[in-house]
């Protein structure tokens, strides 16, 4: 599966995980009003939206979700939002650039390395990719797209056992994901 539309999958999962109170509906209902709601005050939740809204084709919804980012009060999630605002509009250079203001800033941000990680993901630079998403779950280790991230940057690395122990942590953080097949026979591989 092309990384665009598995981390378009992924990103789904990664919402439900993040906002626990809302249960699962399906792949946009779970992202209805009750999601912007939670967003407003919450950038974590307002990021995770945005992502959602990007997996759901919805760019405009994003770019209000990452608005919300931006508009908080804590410069760190400012940054990450105008990153991922940057990532959504294809200035990759820009994200990655913003993404490294936010870890910069504020080094012990989980979601800063997180996002830094998923952007360097996204430019097939599976160095930086893993090494940030690895500090992320450092940080917080139940943030399961971090390790997902992670895992599958070492294996492209050909870091058998470090793939390995990433990826066996998402399937614990998230057993009902999609990807859990893929990942599964990914973990196989690597024996």
Known sequence: MPANRLFKRSIHFALAATLVALPFQGPIAAFGDDVTAAAQDDPAAAYTAAQAAIRGDQPDRAREELGRVQANPDGTWQTIGRSASLLLDGDMDGARAAAQEAVNGNGESAWAHYHLGF??????????????????????????????FAGLAFQKQRNSAKA???LQAFLRLAPDAPERSAVTAIIRTLG
């Open 119 to 148: 952007v360097a993901y996204r430019q097939n630079d599976w160095e930086v990719a893993a090494s940030e998403s690895e500090r992320a779950t450092q940080l917080n280790g139940d943030l399961a797209y971090a390790h997902y």
């Open 164 to 166: 390995a122990e990433h």
